[in-house]
């Protein structure tokens, strides 16, 4: 059995939108998933595509331990699912959270030369690292010494190398405004570095 964790696939922008393993081999993938990103994390609501028995040892062991979501959120979501409104705010967000991405890549155009964005063909974040690596340890100090917090790429590396440079700039708590007053820090800091 394959298992497939199809996530941030709602939020795709450019380049090929390739379609879950599970479209080609159903009857051997188990295909995860939630509804986090498209509505609310707080909902604690997951979904599992299965071959059908799969999908009955699954139920049986969810049923067992009651480790289920409550049946009014569950009915709920079946609700947004059958009516189509779901859809409708997919497509509300997707534009949204795509004219955020449009808002990073404008904004750092200038600084291409400087630095990557990388991961900007779908998701709720990028990632912005040096091309240089003594030119990313910089930028990370300037956005330390301005009391930025941020996640750098090699906490979530499967190694602690070195080259896992770069920081992420998530954007899915944030309105334009908010993105736009983020992205006017770090180009003030990509200045500065550049600047030296």
């Not at 479209?23 to 599992?48: D, H, M, Y």
């Not at 991961?119 to 930025?148: M, P, Q, T, Y």
């Not at 070195?162 to 954007?171: A, D, I, M, P």
Request: glycine residues 6%.
């Amino acid at each position: 059995m394959i298992v497939e964790n199809e996530y941030d696939c709602e939020f795709h922008y450019a380049g090929t939108r390739y379609p879950p393993l599970f479209a080609s081999a159903p009857e051997n993938t188990l295909l995860l998933s939630t509804f986090a990103k498209a509505v609310s994390p707080s909902l604690r609501l997951g979904f599992i595509a299965a071959p059908r028995a799969a999908a009955t040892a699954l139920a049986a062991h969810i049923e067992r331990e009651r480790v289920h979501v409550s049946w009014p959120v569950q009915k709920i979501i079946e609700t947004l699912l059958v009516s189509g409104e779901l859809d409708k705010h997919l497509r509300r967000v997707r534009r949204h959270y795509g004219a955020m991405r449009d808002l990073v890549r404008r904004r750092l155009a200038d600084y291409f030369g400087e630095i990557d964005l990388r991961g900007d063909e779908g998701g709720l974040h990028v990632v912005v690292a040096g091309r240089e690596r003594a030119f990313d340890l910089e930028l990370r100090k300037a956005l330390n010494s301005r009391g930025i917090v941020f996640n750098e790429v090699r906490e979530f590396a499967s190694s602690t190398m070195e080259e896992s440079n770069g920081f992420l700039l998530g954007y899915a708590h944030m309105d334009l405004s908010d993105l736009s007053a983020a992205l006017d820090e770090l180009t003030t800091c990509i200045q500065r570095c550049y600047s030296r």
